[in-house]
């Protein structure tokens, strides 16, 4: 799907959403979700994106209140963070 919706269209951006549902901030899921579920689960997404030649924006990873952002930041190629200064999430 990201191939022929993105690559296939000369988009080379790809900007996931819910990327952190394991801290609950963007509602219920109907999983139970864990951390190391949601890393893995983005590792493979970014890992497909990057073998196509398509470049990785990762959305809000810093309002979990805990180490997501850093754990994903070396495979993003950008972030995307809606409410950081409402919030004082953004780094200095």
Known sequence: MINQQ??????TPVETDLDETYAGGDGTTGFTLTEADEVTYMTTLAN???R?????IIKNPDDTGDNYAAT?????DGVLTEQC?????CAP
């Open 72 to 76: 994903m930041e070396p495979l993003a």
């Open 85 to 89: 200064n409402q919030y004082g999430t």
């Open 48 to 50: 497909y994106m990057h």
């Open 6 to 11: 993105c690559a296939a269209k000369a988009s």
């Open 52 to 56: 196509d030649g398509l470049a990785w």
